[in-house]
């Protein structure tokens, strides 16, 4: 089988995220949708060799206990190599926190009726222009997946304690984004 990147996302707003600021992005890939807190890849996933396998991390299903969840998952799959992007909670917070905006002021700069996660997602996803109007809200891609201290920590110490030290890495938005 013929090598490759993959990045793996949560959901689709992260996956139209990066869809749509691809040629913003130092790495290029297939983009597949992926729970890797609660799922093991699918056969599509495991059946192909990567050269690099991107993670982008929502830490909010973090429980203390389930980091090794994340090492399960990846030694499923055949690559050279391992990168942890860590989401603050979930995507929408990464916006929050990239954007200097509460989620409200999110919701509110997207025209959104209401302050639901649901509701934003479905705007986000929708939205033609996403590069203009996350420039509009001054996102500042390189203040996004800075590393969770207790999620990076714990994944340090399991990526350690399993020798794949050599494998996975921790990327932050200023390794992601030109």
Not at 82 to 92: A, I
Not at 106 to 135: D, M
Not at 148 to 174: C, H, I, M
């Amino acid at each position: 089988m013929s090598k490759k990147n993959l990045i793996i996302v949560e959901g689709k707003t992260e996956k139209q995220f990066l869809s749509q600021f691809k040629k913003l992005s130092r790495y290029l890939g297939i983009i597949q949708e992926s729970n890797v807190w609660n799922n093991t890849p699918s056969k599509n996933i495991i059946g192909n060799k990567y050269n690099n396998v991107f993670i982008f991390i929502d830490t909010d299903l973090y429980d203390g206990h389930n980091a090794i969840s994340i090492i399960n998952y990846i030694k499923s799959i055949n690559s050279t190599k391992f990168y942890f992007l860590l989401q603050h909670k979930h995507f929408e917070d990464e916006l929050c926190n990239a954007s200097k905006l509460s989620f409200k002021e999110l919701c509110s700069a997207f025209q959104c009726k209401s302050n639901s996660y649901s509701e934003f997602k479905r705007i986000f996803c929708q939205t033609s222009n996403l590069e203009a109007k996350l420039e509009s809200i001054n996102l500042n891609r390189h203040e996004m997946y800075n590393k969770q201290p207790n999620v990076y920590d714990d994944l340090v110490k399991l990526v350690t304690d399993n020798n794949l030290k050599s494998k996975v890495f921790f990327l932050t938005g200023k390794d992601w984004f030109k």
